[in-house]
């Protein structure tokens, strides 16, 4: 079992940054990869980004590509998302998620995180 708590999210300008945060509970959290979704009003949840649990290795949906950097530290059972260049058109709930399997497909991920919030002003 995993528990997941997102943090970080708020009101930011169009241009600005913002860095998630997701602590995880449970001892095996090193051996799931993590994934960040997000939905906004009226939309779907969309993938954002992944790491896998071993390597590190990430993929990025085009739409943040370059601008947004996701991280793990396994030590302190956290993932990150760095978030840089916002857009208003970033705006929506940000959750973080876990799963056995590394990929972007949201039925992947077994556990998720209640989400939190971020805003981009124009």
């Known amino acids: 079992q995993v528990q997941l708590v997102e943090s970080g999210g708020g009101l930011v300008q169009a241009g600005g940054s913002l860095r998630l945060s997701c602590a995880a509970s449970?001892?095996?959290?090193?051996?799931?990869?993590m994934g960040w979704f997000r939905q906004a009003p009226g939309k779907e949840r969309e993938f954002v980004a992944a790491?896998?649990?071993?390597?590190?290795?990430?993929v990025y949906a085009d739409s943040v590509k370059g601008r947004f950097t996701i991280s793990r530290d396994n030590a302190k059972n956290t993932v990150y998302l760095q978030m840089n260049s916002l857009k208003p058109e970033d705006t929506a709930v940000y959750y973080c998620a876990a799963a056995r399997r590394f990929g972007i497909l949201s039925p992947l991920y077994d556990y998720w995180g209640p989400g939190t919030q971020v805003t981009v002003s124009s």
């Open positions: 790491i896998s649990w071993r390597v590190g290795s990430t």
């Open positions: 449970g001892r095996t959290f090193s051996s799931y990869a």
